[in-house]
């Protein structure tokens, strides 16, 4: 969507509102069906997953048409990671073990940029740090994924609590349209609600 085009975001009947068919989809999403407990998993369970002891049942459909994540978009806001971060990962997890000195020359970017951005990697736990000797003399500090099941379970678990966090902020979003409609208030609900998130930006 270019920046000068107005989002469609339907004509406001809940009738007419197209929903997303969930059955295909990689994942799954579960919800009970006494509580408001939702949980997300990357495999159908097959009705083996429970809460309070009983059977949850699969979400197969969604009333809300979430525009497709972007893997990208999802890197940056998950773990801060942009695309240089990623283009120096991928390159070590390829081809690795490398110095900064041949990564800034593969990807063509420079020496100080990928130190900076493989620090992150190695204080993030996506690569390790070695040193070799050098023939001449000294050592050079070169860099090497950790393993890939390892880094893809840690990966899963990182986004899930990223995820998690997001949840929380979502419910919170929503205890506080609650919150306005029961209380009274001068401002608007959009004064109230974006002054209520606007303290969590200061907190952080």
């Not at 900076?116 to 736990?125: A, C, D, Q, S």
């Not at 950790?146 to 893809?152: G, K, N, S, T």
Request: glycine residues 8%; aromatic residues 8%; proline residues 3%.
């Amino acid at each position: 969507m270019s920046e000068n085009e107005t989002p469609d975001w339907g004509s406001g009947d809940d009738n007419s509102r197209r929903e997303v068919d969930l059955r295909d989809r990689e994942y799954a999403i579960y919800r009970c069906v006494d509580c408001n407990n939702v949980v997300l998993t990357m495999q159908d369970c097959d009705g083996g997953m429970t809460c309070h002891g009983e059977t949850m049942e699969r979400v197969t459909e969604s009333r809300l048409d979430i525009r497709p994540p972007d893997v990208r978009q999802v890197l940056l806001d998950a773990f801060g990671l942009p695309k240089p971060g990623l283009d120096i990962c991928l390159c070590v997890i390829g081809d690795g073990p490398l110095s900064p000195g041949e990564l800034a020359d593969r990807l063509d970017y420079e020496e100080g940029t990928v130190r900076m951005y493989l620090n992150e990697l190695v204080e993030f736990g996506l690569l390790e740090k070695t040193q070799l000797n050098r023939e001449t003399g000294g050592y050079v500090n070169v860099y090497h994924s950790i393993d890939l099941e390892e880094m893809r379970e840690e990966t899963l678990v990182g986004f899930y609590t990223w995820a998690g966090e997001a949840a929380s902020l979502i419910e919170e979003a929503n205890l506080t349209k609650a919150d306005y409609q029961n209380e009274d208030y001068d401002e608007g609900l959009d004064t109230v609600f974006w002054e209520r998130f606007s303290d969590n930006k200061t907190d952080e």
